[in-house]
Structure formats: C-alpha cells, structure tokens
C-alpha cells in the first residue's frame, strides 16, 4: 500500500501545528508532527485499522480514522492507496469536518 497526503490534509496539519506554536516550543511542535506522520506509516501495513468516520459516512466514500494525542487522521482506502485526506484537531467542532 502507498500513503498518499491530499493538499488539504497538509493545509489542515500546517494549520494545527502554527496554531500550537504559538504557545508551544519549536521542538515540541515538531515532536507532535512527527508523531502524526509515524501513525499514517502504520497504514501501509494495516490499512483497515482505523474505525469508519462517523461524520463523514453520510459521503459515502469510505472515510476512516485513526486517532493520535488530539488528532484525528482521516483517510481512505482506493486500491493499492491511501490517501490521507485530512488531519483534524479534535478539539475543534466535529461539524467542520462535514463539506
């Protein structure tokens, strides 16, 4: 299988992480992208891990999702893909995941 980042899922982790930074040192806020990053490597091997996104299944496309610290990684399984198609702060409402 192959990770595949969307556009806007690299503007949704861009987003969190300079919201984060401004409280939070320079070393930690790369630790924490870091740690995103490595939870979707886990996808490759196991890419039905993830639970099905609740807020998203009125799409019908298959959205799942894996949680790491206060984030929520939404992806989708096509093929020989997965394609990360979003990264959610969960201390965001819910509802704005929904287009």
């Not at 969190?16 to 939870?39: H, N, Q, W």
């Not at 019908?60 to 394609?83: A, M, P, S, T």
Request: charged share 35%; glycine share 6%.
């Amino acid at each position: 299988m192959k990770l595949i980042y969307t556009e806007q899922s690299l503007e949704s982790l861009e987003e969190s992480l300079e919201f984060i930074a401004e409280d939070t040192p320079y070393c930690k806020v790369m630790e924490i992208r870091d740690g995103i990053l490595d939870e979707t490597g886990l996808l490759e091997d196991n890419p039905y891990i993830g639970q099905e996104e609740q807020y998203l299944k009125h799409l019908e496309l298959g959205h799942r999702r894996i949680i790491k610290d206060n984030y929520k990684i939404i992806y989708r399984v096509i093929g020989q893909y997965i394609y990360i198609t979003d990264i959610f702060d969960t201390r965001q409402d819910p509802e704005k995941m929904k287009p």
